[in-house]
Structure formats: C-alpha cells, structure tokens
T-cell receptor
Framework: AQSVTQLGSHVSVSEGALVLLRCNYSSSVPPYLFWYVQYPNQGLQLLLKYTSAATLVKGINGFEAEFKKSETSFHLTKPSAHMSDAAEYFCAVSDRTSGTYKYIFGTGTRLKVLA | KAGVTQTPRYLIKTRGQQVTLSCSPISGHRSVSWYQQTPGQGLQFLFEYFSETQRNKGNFPGRFSGRQFSNSRSEMNVSTLELGDSALYLC?????????????FGQGTRLTVV
C-alpha cells in the first residue's frame, strides 16, 4: 500500500530564510505526488504536482519540489520565507496502480514564520 | 471561474441526529471525492463519485454515505451522529478521473456534534 511520511509536524523559520518541508513516499512504482497548503479555516490549495515529467517542479508562490526516486522523496522548498507562508502543508500521493484515484495524505507540517 | 462550493460552512448537530452536506463542483468537473479532516486522524478519504457512480470507498462505517447527481453535484450523509464525527469535511473535485489530474478543494463544512 502507498503511504506518505512528512517529517516534522511543526517547522519554524525566520522571515527571509530557506523553507524546507520534507516528504517521503512509499510505493512500488513512482507515484503521482502533490503538495497542498491549508490556511486556517480554509480548504486545501494546490501548490504543485509531480506526474513523471520534470523531476524539479515549480509551483505557485515561489515554491518548488524535487522528485528523487533514489531517496523516495519529494521535499518542498522556498528560498525565502514570507510571513504569508505561515500555514499547514500537506504532501499527498495519488495511487496510479490500483485505479482508486484517492489521495493519501501525510500528517501535515505546520509552518511558522518568525519576524 | 467559480470554485468548489460546499454548503453549509458550519453545522452544529446533536448526537443521534443525521446530517447532509452538499458539494457543487467546478463546472466541467465530474469526479467528486470527500475527505474527513480531524486533528487526531488527519485527512482521510471517505468516497469518490464519478458520473453518479461510487468508484471507491474509504474505511468508514456504513453511517457515512453519499451520492452524486446528474449535474455532478454531490451530497454526503452521516446518520446517527457520534461525537467523534466532529470534523472538517472537505470536498474535492477533478475534471477527469485520472489519478494525475489535480483535485480542487472546497472550503469545507465544519461539523460539530454535541
């Protein structure tokens, strides 16, 4: 069964510092991977997705993620954190083998940006 | 382009009651999925509908049910509510049923069971 692990339920960075949120997946074949962001009392907004094209994926709001098959990772980065980046971030995998089409989410990482 | 609309945004119900939540997808989206979000269990898949057919169901009791209409709007129903059903219920829609197409989420319905 596919699974997603997000290391660090809480991450704090200073404004202007590098943001690195970690995501590792478990799958027998490279899955489709997504990063979503959730602001308080809101739904989830797609940041970026990996679907077997380029391994370095650029998303919205300056975020990007690199798919590394050898490390089964899909870490999310942003060179310079902004106060508005404070939110909860979810990594998700979409099963491409069993035809279920459901998302399996990680447990989320809450990002805090310090002034 | 209108996004995914979920109604109502907030609900307070009493144990034992039933509740119906609604989701109107983005125009042209035919796949609708429902997720339950709680602090303890995170985001869990409930079920997915495509062209009025349930394609997949998560590991939830039979008290949780859903349906999809011909205009792709979907409803989910929870009967005999329990305190543990308190959660944010999110609807996600996709244009196609392919697994590589991203899902767009509504703002959710916050259900509180007292």
């Amino acid at each position: 069964a596919q699974s997603v692990t997000q290391l660090g339920s809480h991450v704090s960075v200073s404004e202007g510092a590098l943001v690195l949120l970690r995501c590792n997946y478990s799958s027998s074949v490279p899955p489709y991977l997504f990063w979503y962001v959730q602001y308080p009392n809101q739904g989830l907004q797609l940041l970026l997705k990996y679907t077997s094209a380029a391994t370095l994926v650029k998303g919205i709001n300056g975020f990007e993620a690199e798919f590394k098959k050898s490390e089964t990772s899909f870490h999310l980065t942003k060179p310079s954190a902004h106060m508005s980046d404070a939110a909860e971030y979810f990594c998700a995998v979409s099963d491409r083998t069993s035809g279920t089409y459901k998302y399996i989410f990680g447990t989320g990482t809450r990002l805090k940006v310090l002034a | 382009k209108a996004g995914v609309t979920q109604t109502p945004r907030y609900l307070i119900k009493t144990r034992g009651q039933q509740v119906t939540l609604s989701c109107s997808p983005i125009s042209g989206h035919r796949s609708v999925s429902w997720y339950q979000q709680t602090p303890g269990q995170g985001l869990q898949f409930l079920f997915e509908y495509f062209s009025e057919t349930q394609r997949n169901k998560g590991n939830f009791p039979g008290r949780f049910s859903g349906r999809q209409f011909s205009n792709s709007r979907s409803e989910m129903n929870v009967s005999t509510l329990e305190l543990g059903d308190s959660a944010l219920y999110l609807c996600a829609t996709r244009k196609m049923a392919d697994s590589n197409t991203e899902a767009f989420f509504g703002q959710g319905t916050r259900l509180t069971v007292v």
